[in-house]
């Protein structure tokens, strides 16, 4: 079958894999109809190549129909309509029965003291062939795979997978309500995508930050006020100017480790991704940094009192963070990997209405089939022509 695989630092090509088969009683095999690139995939484009061989498959965000299923499978049946969380999760271990399904105990990688495995996303979480192919082996499919009834198109259930519970944590993590503000910072798709969650849910203001121009029409088009970093010397003090001085309620760093803002970090982070694998790894388990602009503004920005949700990934294990700053604001932070099975149900009877109330349908800003993913992978990375999100078509 045809496969999106990692060959080195930002090369990316399609080619001929074997096809996936059952290897345990409670997998299944899925055709896949469509798949995304997510902005999690940018960080294996460049920054993770030490924890990636040549032949590796990318892709986590991806839906399709079951074409094979193992004899413990008795939720599926070929030609069954899924969507497929990212993260691999059992759902009966200690864990999951406590919805914390990207710590699944099932499939945690605690040789490299990580979490669930996840689809398509290196040696540190399970190694596991992803989703940007034909067809994908798909473990504990009793449990993680969403069964969709539905024929609506397949954009409306795809960002089930990943941005849209994603999004949605973020916001239920910042735990504010009809009478609260919160900023997002990134708008991104997983940024996008947490604007209009928020709104849905009754969040009385939501204001919204980035550098793009699209980006910020699009989530001011939503009804969200925006701030354009190019416009203001200091993000944080004009988020406190919009608040009374006070600051908003919660901020959202949808942003992570891709942050502007920071070029000796931004070195140094392409400097050990180009290492030797071993030294490389060595480099960012231990001494690794991350673009911490948009953490610290977020930091700065929010209010004595208020709440940081954080679903924008970091990486490093020596970043800079503002200890004092957070003990003497008594902040909540929130963050972490996304429990998608935790959202999915609410997530899909909210989605799968007449009304396309989230506009999923019209998230995509480039669909084209898989072939072309090399080239989408460098137009999205670069934010060019106006691209905002992915959809592939094997």
């Not at 996303?121 to 795979?145: C, I, K, N, W």
């Amino acid at each position: 079958m045809r496969a999106l695989t990692w060959h080195g630092i930002e090369d990316v090509r399609v080619t001929e894999v074997p096809d996936p088969v059952i290897e345990q009683t409670t997998d299944a095999v899925v055709r896949v109809t469509s798949t995304a690139i997510c902005g999690s995939d940018l960080h294996l484009y460049g920054v993770l190549a030490p924890y990636l061989q040549p032949g590796d498959v990318l892709g986590h965000e991806f839906m399709g129909i079951v074409e094979q299923v193992g004899s413990d499978v008795a939720t599926l049946q070929p030609g069954d309509r899924v969507v497929v969380p990212f993260n691999i999760s059992c759902g009966r271990c200690w864990m999951c029965h406590r919805g914390l399904f990207a710590q699944c105990e099932t499939t945690q990688n605690v040789a490299q003291g990580k979490g669930a495995s996840l689809f398509g996303y290196t040696s540190l979480y399970g190694s596991v062939p992803g989703g940007q192919a034909e067809r994908v082996r798909v473990p504990h499919a009793d449990f993680g795979p969403i069964l969709l009834a539905s024929d609506l198109p397949d954009e409306r259930f795809l960002y089930l997978s990943d941005i849209l519970p994603t999004a949605w944590q973020a916001v239920d993590y910042a735990d504010v309500n009809g009478n609260d503000t919160l900023v997002v910072l990134g708008l991104g798709p997983v940024g996008q995508l947490a604007v209009r969650s928020a709104l849905h849910r009754g969040v009385g203001r939501v204001i919204a930050v980035d550098l793009v121009d699209d980006r910020l029409a699009l989530a001011r088009s939503w009804g969200a006020e925006v701030v354009d970093v190019r416009d203001v010397d200091e993000v944080a003090d004009a988020l406190k100017d919009l608040t009374d001085g006070r600051g908003p309620d919660a901020v959202i760093d949808a942003v992570g480790m891709e942050a502007h803002g920071n070029p000796l970090s931004e070195k140094v982070i392409a400097g050990a991704s180009r290492l030797p694998k071993p030294v490389a790894r060595a480099a960012i388990e231990r001494v690794g940094i991350d673009r911490l602009s948009a953490l610290h503004t977020a930091v700065a920005a929010v209010r004595r009192g208020g709440t940081l949700s954080i679903s924008g990934v970091y990486g490093g294990m020596a970043d800079p963070m503002p200890m004092m700053d957070l003990f003497d604001k008594g902040l909540t932070v929130r963050m972490g990997q996304c429990h998608v099975r935790r959202w999915s149900d609410d997530l899909l009877d909210l989605v799968g209405g007449a009304d396309d109330v989230l506009g999923l349908e019209s998230l995509a800003t480039h669909r084209a089939p898989l072939e072309a993913a090399p080239e989408l992978y460098r137009t999205f990375q670069e934010k060019s022509d106006g691209c905002l999100k992915v959809v592939l078509k094997p």
